[in-house]
């Protein structure tokens, strides 16, 4: 996930591969329940792993459920075959709406000694009108804390199932949820439930709906206003099932593929864990997609999309069924070959902000044209030449934030700056790093900032902070020379012209590995054994080779990915990335080098004397600035930065402050 303050997205020019999208929140915990529920084992598959699945998996481990995973396989569930579970247990369920509600009537009805807490905010969210249904049929229900509110106490229900039990539906749909999936465990007689009020949210009541039926229980209903659970019902493993993936997430990856070829032609973009007989309501967006000229095909959970017509098609619709999916068309219009109206959207007014106005005031910064009502949207299209780079404001909301960065495909390759990019969280934690796993690019347009200099000048840390600030990859280019010397040492050969070919051979091939900031030689973890002062005079050697130096030119290159990256070394700005953008030599006086480098030995433990340090440095200059290929040498378009006398933080903003002077952004804050 990002979590830097903006996200620069550079010009993106096409997209080709296939995405697998995280898993729905609320049929991840539906299903849980239900697989607890029936009887047998039902393997879950693509259950999403959040907050709210981990705290209705550890409830269900209290109550006496089997839970099993075996690495990367499904989640095993033996079900309670509806008996009653362990009888007395404390659940805490954290914040977690989806566990409390179902689990309340679940409990309740079969009976025992319950009590259910979460959060403080979860003892803030009201369940009143869940426990008034539940008390009608006899369940005894008893509040904790405050009345209308968990924590709850549950205990031995006298159950009466005659009569028809009345529940709100107009304020949440949970609660209907709740006793849908809680009644078919003593359907012992036909169950009636009568919804008061007009019922909110009904796609999420499909859901329900569809799963209890993949677990053997079809609930009968006449409109939206009266629902039975038919006598004998009973729930039976499907034996496996997949967690479908947000319908809703999908829609950025549908509407990329209509409006993006690939380097090889049209290949498209395939979207695992969703198609298009999904339960979900958001799945219609494909509708809408195709209606603007997509390719969509599709199959038992996988959508393929390709461009079609080009310029998309405009459209007027009434998206009142896909309210936040349709969010999506608006930037799809952008691209269209005419203006195109998205109508009855009252609802985007009270969402996590007001996303028609966020939508219309973030299209225009682009340069579109865009009109409001106070329940439509229409956008004209954005013809080439008329694009502006834009930062755009996404206001705590996903969803704007994910629609947005679709705006970088335009053809006057602008690049777009995304605020705030960390609000993608809500739903979809790693929007981005998928998005950049098929996009693609002509290699230039990625941007590279080079930081080189002397040993100890403080270009590792500045480098690291500077790319953790941006979001880009970062290039340690100094340890490649140090692994190369260490993969020689061990191989036995010496540092030496005569052994220049055999090193070059070995770098070339080095089989190096680096996760999660740590670098692995050949499956061994040797980050600090390329640290010491020994490695670094030992890469100081090998890499006045030219045959290795070239040897490691492909493998550095290769960090050049999306959205950016900044490298470190000697020769980024001169020899590896020349057409760079910004590169920055960082010195600091020898004195000062030599005492940070005993500061930093010294803090780890090594002992270290600091005249031999200095001079130690001081030929590693020498030799780093007299050899004849690539030596330690400014480019001519580098900036200089001594940083004898800032802090790391006074250099990382200098940096920081000469990359912005070069966007085309307005300043983020
Ligand atoms: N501007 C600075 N002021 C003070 N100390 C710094 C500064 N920059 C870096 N340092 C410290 O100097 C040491 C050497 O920095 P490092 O990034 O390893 O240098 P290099 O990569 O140039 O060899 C580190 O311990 C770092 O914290
Ligand atoms: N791009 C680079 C990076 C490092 N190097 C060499 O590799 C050695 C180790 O680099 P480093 O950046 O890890 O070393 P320090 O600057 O941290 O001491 C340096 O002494 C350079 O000789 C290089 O030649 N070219």
Redesign the pocket.
Known sequence: MFTTTFLDIPPLAGADGSVTLPGSKSISNRVLLLAALCEGQTSVHDLLDSDDTRVMLEALRQLGCGVEQAEGGPLRITGLGGQPPATAARLFLGNAGTAMRPLTAALAVLGGDFELSGVARMHERPIGDLVDALRQLGCRIDYRGNPGYPPLAIGQPALRLDAPIAVRGDVSSQFLTALLMALPLVARRDIVIDVVGELISKPYIEITLQLLARFGVVVQREGWSRFTVPAGSRYRSPGSIHVEADASSASYFIALGAISTGDAGQNGIKILGVGADSIQGDIRFVEAARAMGAQIDSGPNWLHVRRGAWPLQAIDLDCNHIPDAAMTLAVMALYADAPSTLRNIASWRVKETDRIAAMATEARKLGATVEEGLDWLRIHPLPAGHWRAAAIHTYDDHRVAMCFSLAAFNPDARPVRILDPQCVAKTFPDYFETLFAVAQTPVERIPVLCI??????G??TVAAKVAQRLGYHFL???????ITALAATRAGLAIDAAHEERIAALARQLPVRFRAGRILLAGEDVSEAIRTEEA?MN??R???LPAV?AALVAL?LGFRGLPGLVA?????GTV?FPSAPLKVYLTASAACRAERRYKQLISKGISANIDDLRAD?EA?DA??SSRPV?P?RPAQDALLLDSSALTIEQAVSQVLQWWQERQPFPRAD
């Open positions: 080189d200099g002397p040993t100890a000048s270009k590792g340690d280019s100094g340890a490649m020379y140090r670094g890469a100081s090998v890499s006045a130096r550095q470190d070394g000697r020769d980024m590896i440095l590693r030799r780093d690539a330690l």
